[in-house]
C-alpha cells in the first residue's frame, strides 16, 4: 500500500489580492497625500492671519477696507508708523519699553528660577521631593488665567496693585521651566562629573554653576524663550493689575486703542502697532532658534 501525496493546492492570482483593493503601495501615497492637505491647511490657517496683518498695515485708512485684505495697494506703511509712535504722546513707545521690561527682567528671573529647583529636584534627596515634584506637575497642567483673580486680591491686600511688581512678581514663576529643567538635569548632568567636583573641593553653589549651568545651557534657553514669550504676550493679567496707562504693557495697550475708535485713534494706527508689536518676537526667536530646538529635542528623547 502506497501514501497518498497531498501536494498543496498553489495560490491563484485572485487569492493573492487583497479584497478590498487595498495595496502595500498605495499605503504611502494616500498618507502622504493626507499628511500634507492636513499640513497645508494648517499652514493656511496659520499664516493667513499674519499675512492679512502685514498687508493692512501698509495702508491708509482711507484704503483700508474698500481694497483687497490679502494683497497690496497704496503702499503707506512709512506714514502710519509714524502715526503710530505719535499717537497720545508717544504712548506706543512706552508701551514697547514696558513690555520689553517685564519680558526681559521677567523671563531672565523664571529662568534662574526654574533651573535652580529643577536642579535640586533632579540631583537632590530630600523628604517632600516626590510630593513637591506633583504639585509643580499639577500647576502645569492649571491655566495661567486662572491665577489671575486670586493674585489680584493677594496683591490689593498688600497694597502692591497697580505697580511694576504685579506683573514682574508673577512672571517669574514658571512651573513648566522646573519640570522641564528636571528632565533635563537628569539625564544631560551625571552623578559622576558631580561626584568628581565634590572631590576636587568644589561647594555645591560651585558645582551647580561651573558644572551644571553650561551642561544645562539648551535647557536654559528655550525656558527663558518660553517665559519672554508668554510675558510679551500675556493680556489677562497686566489688564486687571494695572490702570495707569504708563505702566502698561503693549498688549493692554494696543486693547485699549481698539476699543478707542469714536475717540479718534483710526484702525490703521492699531493694526500697525500689532505689526510691530510682533517684531521682538521674530528677533528673539530667529536668534535662539539654535539653542531652543536642541532644547526641546532633548528633553523629548531624555
Known amino acids: 500500500m502506497t501514501d497518498t501525496i497531498i501536494r498543496p493546492r498553489p495560490a491563484t492570482t485572485r487569492e493573492k489580492r487583497p479584497s478590498s483593493g487595498y495595496t502595500p503601495a498605495s499605503a504611502p501615497l ?5 499628511v500634507g492637505l492636513i499640513l497645508l491647511v494648517t499652514a493656511i ?3 493667513a492671519p499674519v499675512w492679512w496683518l502685514l498687508v493692512t498695515a501698509t495702508k491708509n485708512k482711507g484704503y483700508l477696507f474698500s481694497t483687497n485684505g490679502f494683497w497690496f495697494s497704496h503702499f503707506d506703511l512709512w506714514n502710519n508708523v509714524q502715526q503710530v509712535f505719535a499717537m497720545q504722546g508717544g504712548l506706543f513707545g512706552l508701551w514697547m519699553l514696558n513690555s520689553a521690561l517685564y519680558s526681559v527682567l521677567g523671563a531672565a528671573a523664571g529662568t534662574a528660577l526654574s533651573v535652580m529647583a529643577g536642579y535640586a529636584l533632579a540631583k537632590y534627596r530630600f ?3 516626590n510630593a513637591a515634584f506633583n504639585i509643580i506637575l499639577a500647576a502645569v497642567l492649571v491655566p495661567a488665567p486662572m491665577f ?5 486680591l493677594m496683591f490689593t491686600s498688600i497694597g502692591i496693585v497697580n505697580t511694576f511688581w504685579a506683573v ?20 544631560s548632568v551625571p552623578d559622576e562629573m558631580i561626584e568628581a567636583a565634590r572631590l576636587d573641593g568644589a561647594r555645591e553653589a560651585g558645582v551647580f554653576w561651573r558644572i551644571a549651568v553650561p551642561v544645562m545651557t539648551p535647557a536654559l534657553v528655550t525656558i527663558f524663550l518660553f517665559q519672554f514669550v508668554g510675558i510679551w504676550n500675556n493680556y489677562l493679567l497686566p489688564a486687571i493689575m494695572l490702570s495707569d496707562s504708563s505702566l502698561q504693557p503693549i498688549t493692554v495697550g494696543l486693547a485699549a486703542w481698539r476699543s478707542q475708535f469714536n475717540n479718534g485713534v483710526p484702525y490703521n494706527v492699531t493694526i500697525t502697532g500689532a505689526l510691530l508689536s510682533i517684531i521682538p518676537l521674530v528677533i528673539a526667536f530667529l536668534c535662539l532658534q539654535r539653542f531652543w530646538r536642541a532644547g526641546l529635542a532633548a528633553g523629548s528623547v531624555k
Open 30 to 34: 494616500m498618507s502622504k497625500v493626507v
Open 45 to 47: 490657517y496659520s499664516l
Open 127 to 129: 523628604r517632600g521631593k
Open 148 to 152: 489671575a483673580l486670586p493674585l489680584y
Open 168 to 187: 514682574f512678581l508673577p512672571s517669574i514663576v514658571s512651573p513648566f521651566g522646573v519640570y522641564l529643567s528636571r528632565v533635563y538635569a537628569s539625564a
